[in-house]
């Protein structure tokens, strides 16, 4: 099964031990919780779908490579203590609390969640020290003497021997322990990734076209390994993105530090030469707009098939990318609202604004960062939590310069309907680039195959699927060509919500 099935199994699974009875008892017992044995090759997302899960099941994620463990951070330091066994006194040999079991308990202690996934990686290439304690930790789930607390699900991951001569075969008695996930690399899977996650665009259409160039190791003559891996790519498109940012070229000596199969590697460079060169010669700022020339669309209707797929894609990805910036702009006004509506009250009942609001940017804070030590938060929505919190800083910036709390309100109400309007013109951007887009495809191409790589790609990805459920072009999509609807602006009536109730400014004048 390809990465995304293999979550979804993996899932399952923890939601099932999860599950409790009527008094609270889990319905498997902790020593009946076969763990999670993800089996697959390095680099294809293994360890990034148990950050996915936890997110989504808001529960706390620890992680332990295994082969960085010694037998004294598995099982603890050995101590002598004194006790009394039928009258005499003894002295003992025990350990103290492993390092593995302890993290678990600090990280409960800082997020106030009390379940969790403890993910083991490399599991399957421990130190030889750590071997014959691991079928009862499996079973038991015990390190020591010390057992991992209910409620937190142990998951596994290794590689198959022919990608780590470290691995070391399980035997009958400990794979009958696990619950076994074979995964394989896919690159379907992961392009559905790499859209939503804004990989660079020129890593996708060259993906898309030499799909075969994804994932492989392979051995050279002289014995070394030459690979390519997912999590190359996705690395080397961080990378790139900075560089373009900065106008640091992006060439074959820093592609073959992430791609280390030489022929991809220079296969890629030069497809990443040709990729800018379409781009430039086609002034995508003005198709988006809705000002391509009669050249432009000449030279795009002569386009050969690669050059034809630079283009697309490059459109899409300045679709999509408008389109997830309007969602993040939308969530921020989601998560501000009701913190400014609390703030106007409290400002009409007199409190200081400085109390107010200083009180709401560090409980954001703490909140933020309990988030992070868990693990159950994805770079998306820490982004807009991280926007809150400035835009918080900016209301009480604001609010100070106001002499008196009625004019800290109507500051507040103004700078709230200024966030309401610069998030609506957003999404009318999203909007518009959308329409130029499809316009400008259609009237280059017709209504074909072009058009069904723009919308298959856009209905793809997760963030501009939503974005064109929630304003609804949906409709328009299964009959392109027509009529363009009006976007369904509805969604922004909650954002109308706003400060004007009379019931605050009333007391506030009330209390003057």
């Given at each position: 099964?390809?990465?995304?099935?293999?979550?979804?199994?993996?899932e399952?699974?923890?939601?099932?031990?999860?599950?409790?009875?009527?008094?609270?008892?889990?319905?498997i017992?902790?020593?009946?919780q076969?763990?999670?044995?993800?089996?697959?090759?390095?680099?294809?997302?293994?360890?990034?779908?148990?950050?996915?899960?936890?997110?989504e099941?808001?529960?706390?994620?620890?992680?332990y490579?295994?082969?960085?463990?010694?037998?004294?951070?598995?099982i603890?330091?050995?101590?002598?203590?004194?006790?009394?066994f039928?009258?005499?006194?003894v002295?003992?040999s025990?350990?103290?609390?492993?390092?593995?079991?302890?993290?678990?308990?600090e990280?409960m202690?800082?997020?106030?969640?009390k379940?969790?996934?403890?993910?083991l990686?490399e599991i399957?290439?421990?130190d030889?020290?750590?071997?014959p304690?691991m079928?009862?930790?499996?079973?038991?789930?015990i390190?020591?003497?010390?057992?991992?607390?209910?409620?937190?699900?142990v998951t596994?991951?290794?590689n198959?021997?022919e990608?780590?001569?470290a691995?070391?075969?399980f035997?009958?008695?400990?794979?009958?322990?696990?619950?076994?996930?074979d995964?394989?690399?896919d690159f379907?899977c992961?392009?559905?990734?790499?859209l939503?996650a804004?990989?660079?665009t020129?890593?996708?259409t060259?993906?898309?076209?030499?799909?075969?160039?994804?994932?492989?190791?392979?051995?050279?003559?002289?014995?070394k390994?030459?690979f390519?891996?997912?999590?190359?790519w996705?690395?080397?498109?961080?990378?790139m993105l900075l560089h373009?940012?900065?106008?640091v070229?992006?060439?074959?000596i820093?592609i073959?530090?992430?791609?280390?199969?030489?022929?991809?590697a220079?296969d890629?460079?030069?497809?990443?030469?040709?990729?800018?060169?379409?781009?430039?010669?086609?002034?995508i700022?003005?198709i988006?707009?809705?000002?391509a020339?009669?050249?432009?669309?000449e030279?795009?209707?002569?386009?050969g098939?690669?050059?034809?797929?630079?283009?697309l894609d490059?459109?899409?990805?300045?679709?999509?990318?408008?389109?997830?910036y309007?969602?993040?702009m939308?969530r921020l006004?989601e998560q501000?609202?009701?913190?400014?509506?609390?703030?106007?009250?409290?400002?009409?009942?007199g409190?200081?604004?400085?109390?107010?609001f200083?009180q709401?940017?560090?409980?954001r804070?703490?909140?933020?960062?309990?988030?992070?030590t868990?693990?159950?938060?994805s770079?998306?929505?820490?982004?807009?939590e991280?926007?809150?919190?400035h835009?918080?800083?900016n209301?009480l910036?604001?609010t100070?310069?106001?002499?008196?709390?009625r004019r800290?309100?109507?500051?507040?109400?103004?700078?709230?309907?200024?966030?309401?309007?610069?998030?609506?013109?957003?999404?009318q951007?999203?909007?518009?680039i959308?329409?130029?887009?499809?316009?400008f495809v259609?009237?280059?191409?017709?209504i074909?195959?072009?058009?069904?790589?723009?919308?298959?790609n856009?209905?793809i990805?997760?963030?501009?699927?939503?974005?064109?459920?929630?304003?609804?072009?949906?409709d328009?999509?299964?009959n392109?060509g027509?009529p363009?609807?009006?976007?369904?602006y509805?969604?922004?009536?909650?954002?109308?919500?706003?400060?004007?109730?009379?019931?605050?400014?009333?007391?506030?004048?009330?209390?003057?």
């Amino acid at each position: 099964m390809n990465i995304k099935e293999a979550k979804i199994q993996i899932e399952n699974a923890i939601r099932s031990y999860l599950l409790k009875d009527e008094y609270g008892d889990y319905l498997i017992p902790l020593e009946k919780q076969r763990p999670v044995f993800l089996m697959g090759p390095p680099g294809i997302g293994k360890t990034a779908i148990m950050d996915q899960i936890a997110q989504e099941m808001q529960v706390n994620l620890v992680s332990y490579a295994m082969t960085h463990q010694t037998r004294e951070s598995a099982i603890g330091q050995p101590m002598i203590v004194e006790k009394n066994f039928i009258g005499k006194d003894v002295k003992v040999s025990e350990s103290t609390m492993s390092e593995v079991i302890a993290n678990i308990y600090e990280t409960m202690e800082e997020t106030g969640i009390k379940e969790g996934i403890l993910f083991l990686d490399e599991i399957n290439c421990v130190d030889q020290s750590i071997a014959p304690m691991m079928l009862q930790f499996l079973q038991y789930k015990i390190f020591g003497k010390h057992q991992i607390p209910e409620g937190w699900v142990v998951t596994t991951a290794g590689n198959p021997p022919e990608f780590n001569h470290a691995v070391t075969d399980f035997d009958i008695a400990t794979l009958d322990r696990l619950k076994k996930v074979d995964c394989v690399a896919d690159f379907n899977c992961w392009k559905e990734f790499a859209l939503k996650a804004q990989v660079h665009t020129a890593i996708i259409t060259y993906l898309t076209e030499f799909p075969d160039h994804f994932y492989g190791i392979d051995s050279t003559e002289s014995g070394k390994q030459s690979f390519v891996t997912a999590r190359a790519w996705e690395d080397m498109s961080d990378m790139m993105l900075l560089h373009e940012e900065g106008g640091v070229p992006v060439d074959l000596i820093l592609i073959e530090q992430y791609i280390q199969n030489h022929d991809i590697a220079v296969d890629f460079n030069d497809f990443y030469n040709y990729f800018c060169e379409v781009k430039e010669a086609y002034h995508i700022e003005d198709i988006i707009a809705g000002n391509a020339s009669a050249e432009i669309k000449e030279m795009a209707k002569s386009a050969g098939k690669e050059e034809k797929a630079i283009l697309l894609d490059v459109l899409t990805a300045e679709a999509s990318g408008a389109m997830q910036y309007s969602r993040e702009m939308t969530r921020l006004l989601e998560q501000i609202l009701p913190l400014l509506q609390d703030s106007v009250e409290r400002l009409a009942e007199g409190f200081s604004n400085r109390e107010i609001f200083s009180q709401h940017i560090l409980r954001r804070q703490r909140e933020l960062e309990k988030k992070i030590t868990a693990r159950v938060i994805s770079a998306s929505k820490k982004k807009v939590e991280r926007w809150v919190i400035h835009h918080l800083e900016n209301y009480l910036d604001a609010t100070t310069q106001a002499r008196d709390n009625r004019r800290a309100i109507l500051t507040v109400m103004q700078m709230y309907d200024e966030n309401v309007n610069k998030a609506k013109a957003i999404t009318q951007s999203a909007v518009d680039i959308f329409f130029n887009t499809i316009r400008f495809v259609i009237e280059v191409y017709g209504i074909g195959n072009e058009l069904l790589t723009v919308f298959n790609n856009l209905s793809i990805n997760s963030n501009s699927a939503k974005f064109i459920e929630t304003y609804g072009f949906e409709d328009y999509m299964c009959n392109p060509g027509g009529p363009e609807p009006q976007a369904d602006y509805s969604r922004f009536d909650q954002f109308k919500i706003n400060f004007t109730v009379e019931e605050p400014q009333q007391r506030f004048r009330r209390g003057m």
